[in-house]
């Protein structure tokens, strides 16, 4: 079975500081697909990346990066200069044909509180 | 383009009571997705479907029927209620596989059973 863990429940940062969530995660599967999704206040669910487990290279977009290591089964989310507007529960999730349907497997989810 | 909306996005229902959640598309995707959000858990998923006519079991199915007459639309029922039901649901589509391609979520309805 797949499984995916954020062990870091609640975090809160002052605004500026730099914040890094962890995901660790568990499968059989070869091929699989790594996502983070963001939850602000209002509940939508927000996609921020997908990673094929192919592809260990590190991505940035804007303040936000993600450093994806096969070799510790991680994909950790590091946010620059945090903002109170990154406030939100934020969601690693994790797909392969392992799961039914190829469904999302969702860690326990990081609540993030920048204060100004 | 409305991308997933849900109805309704809020209910209260008395233990035993019945209801149905509708979940619509309009980007002509084939799978669907119902999960439901419970605090420190994530997400998990009830039931999803692979196309018009065809729905199946995910992980915490028990308590919960699907239909997916038309390939827009992903309706939930439940028959009769429980408080362990109490949740917050949310309808996902994508247009093949979850792994390959993004999961395209509905602002999710919030369901209270009393």
């Known amino acids: 079975a797949q499984k995916v863990t954020q062990a870091q429940t609640e975090i809160s940062v002052v605004e500026k500081e730099d914040v890094t969530l962890d995901c660790v995660y568990e499968?059989?599967?070869?091929?699989?697909?790594l996502f983070w999704y963001k939850q602000p206040p209002s509940g939508e669910l927000v996609f921020l990346i997908r990673?094929?487990?192919?592809?260990?290279q590190n991505e940035i977009s804007g303040r936000y990066s993600w450093n994806f290591q096969k070799s510790t089964s991680s994909f950790n989310f590091t946010i620059t200069a945090s903002q109170v507007v990154d406030s939100a529960v934020y969601f690693c999730?994790?797909?392969?044909?392992?799961?039914?349907?190829?469904?999302?497997?969702f860690g326990g989810g990081t609540r993030l509180m920048v204060k100004p | 383009n409305a991308g997933v909306t849900q109805t309704p996005k809020f209910r209260v229902l008395k233990t035993g009571q019945s209801m149905t959640l509708l979940c619509a598309q309009d980007?002509?995707?084939?799978?669907m997705y119902w999960y439901r959000q419970d605090p420190g858990m994530g997400l998990r998923l009830i039931h999803y479907?692979?196309?018009?006519?065809?729905?199946a079991k995910g992980e915490v199915p028990d308590g919960y029927n699907v239909s997916r007459l038309k390939k827009q639309n992903f309706l939930l029922g439940l028959e009769s209620a429980a408080p362990s039901q109490t949740s917050v649901y949310f309808c996902?589509?994508?247009?093949?596989?979850?792994?390959?391609?993004?999961?395209?979520f509905g602002p999710g309805t919030r369901l209270t059973v009393t």
């Open positions: 996902a589509s994508s247009p093949g596989l979850a792994g390959r391609y993004e999961q395209y």
């Open positions: 499968t059989r599967d070869t091929t699989y697909y």
């Open positions: 990673r094929n487990s192919f592809d260990e």
């Open positions: 999730a994790l797909s392969g044909p392992g799961n039914a349907g190829n469904m999302l497997t």
């Open positions: 980007m002509n995707h084939e799978y």
């Open positions: 479907s692979v196309g018009e006519g065809t729905t």
